[in-house]
């Protein structure tokens, strides 16, 4: 068969379940889904990959199943990459939120940082301090603390 004459029986195949069995099909493929326009959308699609496929490899025995076999499998492909999206879009909504936590997380020690730095009287203490000069420094600042104790002494000499 030579493709002019496949393609002309494809068309006047798909043409004649079309007019046989278009409401079939779509009735078909709602009930399952609940979804007429997503039923008519595979069927549509569906029919375009008849009009591509039949002329090459002959038109089925039975087109109507042909039909609705690949309509379903469409609605199967459209389900699925709509569930990706909805997966994706969850995983990146956590995502978003961890690294908003993070950026607030990171915020609040620059903040304590900032204040750790900030001159006190005369006094500051530099955000890298070790460990002795941050004790001291807490040590001079705490309330209630009377000059010439031992532990103000030993602050002062560090």
């Known amino acids: 068969m030579n ?3 496949g393609e002309a ?4 195949t798909a043409d004649a379940v079309a007019r046989r069995s278009y409401g079939k099909l779509v009735a078909f493929l709602a009930a399952r889904s609940r979804d007429v326009a997503a039923a008519e959308d595979a069927l549509s699609e569906a029919f375009a990959s008849a009009l591509a496929d039949w002329p090459l490899n002959g038109c089925p025995s039975n087109p109507e199943a042909w039909l609705l076999t ?3 499998r469409k609605m199967i492909d459209v389900a699925r990459g709509r569930q990706r999206h909805e997966i994706a879009t969850e995983q990146l909504q956590v995502m978003a939120e961890v690294l908003d936590a993070a950026a607030g997380t990171r915020r ?3 903040a304590v940082a ?3 730095a900030r001159p006190r009287g005369e006094e500051a203490i530099a955000p890298t301090a ?3 000069q ?3 420094f807490f040590e001079r600042a705490r309330p209630g603390r009377k000059e010439g104790t031992a532990s103000a002494q030993e602050a002062l000499q560090v």
Not at 9 to 12: G, K, L, P, T
Request: aromatic share 0%; glycine share 0%; net charge neutral.
């Open 3 to 5: 493709s002019q004459a």
């Open 9 to 12: 029986q494809a068309r006047s």
């Open 70 to 72: 690949v309509a379903r």
């Open 108 to 110: 609040d020690l620059e």
């Open 114 to 116: 900032a204040a750790l």
């Open 130 to 132: 070790d460990a002795q």
């Open 134 to 136: 941050r004790a001291a």
